[in-house]
């Protein structure tokens, strides 16, 4: 199995509890510092984030207000064209813990390969709260959609049919990818949790029409 198919075969499987969740711990030891969150809410532009700039802001305001803003944060965002940028390079080694004490990943490795934390148990934004507490019975968010800008291996799109938003600048014409925080896709579990669909525009409404309101994902880089 090649690396690609690899990813997409671990990042399309259904939510599991991972080991390193639930496994032997200490309960005298420290939680984990704060590593990871999806934010609580959007910058309310649409897809116009003030470029990655405007987003890595965005998560380290949010950080800053839980009492983790001595972290370096930033968005997990790629760009595109001559300068793109991948997401998965700019978000440093790991371990990240959210803001719960569960460790999501140790590295990229896990990050990549076994991402069974990332779901709607886990993913919970910078408080520690569920990302949407409007689900319904069978854990269908009507908000659920993460923008990405990014390929389910983390690397940006090639030029061409924009998928960042104009690198992230837009409110208006062109379009986002995104991933499902929940991983699920109309009550289906196994949806990536870094790379779904696109949008169909970038606008505010454009966001919210197929599930989304502009939240990221952020993780602190150091």
Same mark, same amino acid.
């Given at each position: 199995? &090649?690396? =690609?198919?690899?990813?997409? *075969?671990?990042?399309?499987?259904? %939510? #599991? ?5 639930? @496994?032997? $711990? ?71 813990? &959210?803001? =719960?004490?569960?460790?999501? *990943?140790?590295?990229?490795?896990? %990050? #990549? ?5 990332? @779901?709607? $148990? ?71 949790? &870094? ?11 454009? %966001? ?15």
């Amino acid at each position: 199995m &090649n690396k =690609n198919k690899k990813i997409i *075969a671990w990042a399309a499987a259904p %939510l #599991l509890f991972s080991t390193f969740a639930y @496994g032997a $711990q200490d309960t005298n030891a420290e939680p984990p510092e704060l590593g990871f969150f999806i934010t609580s809410v959007g910058l309310g532009d649409g897809g116009n984030l003030g470029g990655l700039e405007g987003a890595d802001a965005h998560c380290q305001a949010l950080a800053a207000n839980v009492g983790a803003g001595h972290r370096t944060w930033r968005a997990y965002l790629s760009t595109q064209g001559p300068n793109a940028v991948n997401a998965i390079d700019r978000i440093g080694t790991g371990p990240w813990a &959210n803001a =719960n004490g569960v460790v999501m *990943a140790t590295n990229i490795e896990s %990050l #990549l390969y076994d991402n069974s934390n990332f @779901g709607i $148990q886990f993913t919970v934004d910078e408080n520690g709260n569920p990302f949407d507490t409007r689900m319904d019975d069978d854990y269908d968010s009507t908000e659920h959609d993460v923008l990405t800008g990014s390929r389910i291996d983390g690397t940006a799109f090639p030029a061409g049919e924009d998928r960042t938003c104009n690198n992230w600048t837009s409110n208006n014409e062109g379009s986002a990818w995104v991933g499902h925080a929940d991983r699920y896709s109309f009550a289906t579990p196994g949806s990536p949790w &870094n790379s779904s669909h696109g949008t169909p525009g970038c606008t505010p409404q454009a %966001l919210i029409q197929v599930g989304g309101a502009g939240l990221l994902y952020c993780f602190a880089a150091d």
